[in-house]
């Protein structure tokens, strides 16, 4: 088995655990590997361990890997593309025309203009709200107090579908302190369909605390490290 495949085994495992020790349905909690600094090679491995749903942050990065990758299947299925870095206006056009989903859409005016970008013969793009749950001024997001009123316009807008809410949390090593900020997530969300809106995910937890994030009801997380192993950021040669 490629290191790849053993490390997916392994996030699985933790992901099933987590899943159990919550008192949760088995399946409950999708598993999106996050590729982004690893090139199509990574991504191959990842699929012949049955892995189809990948995690970007660059646009270009992304871009180059898809079509690296295009036709690839995974039981059938295509491969789904998430964006999940920060998302500049000049950026939108290319992420509504090749990607499936945005978890880190952090502003009405960047889901408008994916709206209005989205191609009319693909499916709505699939979104979901980013929070700043731990209120730091460098982190992007909607703060708790904005999340009623932008999450209401975006699911109103017709080329999107609103499925939920990201966050990332603080880096946080005490995993007794790790679950605070999910849990305050897991609020707004369940005031949200509360108040009416059709919303199925919860989009958190990382390779350092997906038990938490689990344990709080996250049914998707986003695993990179763990999976492709520590990221090189230095300029290529
Ligand atoms: C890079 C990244 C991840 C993956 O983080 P790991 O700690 O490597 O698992 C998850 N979510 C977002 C938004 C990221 O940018």
């Given at each position: 088995?490629s290191?790849?495949?053993?490390h997916?085994d392994?996030?699985l495992?933790?992901?099933s655990?987590?899943?159990a020790d919550a008192?949760r349905?088995?399946?409950?909690?999708r598993?999106l590997?996050v590729?982004?600094?690893f090139g199509?090679?990574?991504?191959r491995?990842?699929?012949?361990a049955?892995?189809?749903?990948?995690?970007?942050?660059?646009?270009?990065?992304?871009?180059e890997k898809?079509?690296a990758?295009a036709?690839?299947?995974?039981?059938?299925?295509?491969l789904?593309?998430?964006?999940?870095g920060p998302l500049q206006?000049?950026?939108?056009?290319?992420?509504?025309?090749?990607?499936d989903?945005?978890?880190s859409?952090?502003r009405?005016?960047?889901?408008?203009?994916?709206?209005a970008?989205r191609?009319v013969n693909?499916?709505?793009l699939q979104?979901c709200l980013?929070?700043n749950?731990s209120?730091?001024?460098?982190?992007?997001?909607v703060?708790p107090?904005e999340?009623p009123?932008?999450?209401h316009?975006i699911?109103?807008l017709?080329?999107?579908t609103l499925?939920?809410?990201?966050?990332?949390?603080?880096p946080e090593?005490?995993?007794?302190?790790?679950?605070?900020p999910?849990?305050?997530v897991?609020?707004?969300?369940?005031t949200?369909r509360?108040?009416?809106?059709?919303?199925d995910?919860l989009s958190m937890g990382?390779?350092?605390?997906l038990?938490a994030?689990?344990?709080?009801g996250?049914t998707m997380?986003r695993i990179g490290?763990?999976?492709?192993?520590?990221r090189?950021?230095s300029?290529?040669?």
């Open positions: 088995m290191n790849i495949a053993a997916l392994d996030v495992s933790r992901i655990r987590a899943t008192g349905p088995a399946g409950s909690v598993l590997a590729s982004k600094t199509a090679e990574a991504v491995a990842a699929l012949g049955g892995q189809w749903a990948f995690g970007e942050n660059y646009v270009q990065e992304a871009l898809m079509a990758l036709g690839e299947t995974v039981d059938g299925k295509p789904e593309w998430h964006f999940i206006s000049n950026k939108t056009r290319a992420v509504a025309e090749h990607f989903w945005v978890h859409v952090d009405l005016k960047i889901a408008q203009r994916l709206s970008q191609p693909l499916p709505p979104v980013q929070v749950i209120g730091e001024a460098s982190k992007s997001g703060t107090d999340v009123a932008v999450a316009a699911a109103a017709p080329n999107l499925r939920g809410l990201m966050a990332i949390p603080e090593d005490d995993p007794a302190r790790q679950r605070a999910f849990r305050a897991r609020a707004l969300f369940d949200l509360a108040d009416g809106l059709a919303l995910t990382m390779s350092a605390d038990e994030a689990v344990a709080e996250a997380v490290t763990a999976i492709f192993g520590a090189d950021y300029p290529r040669a």
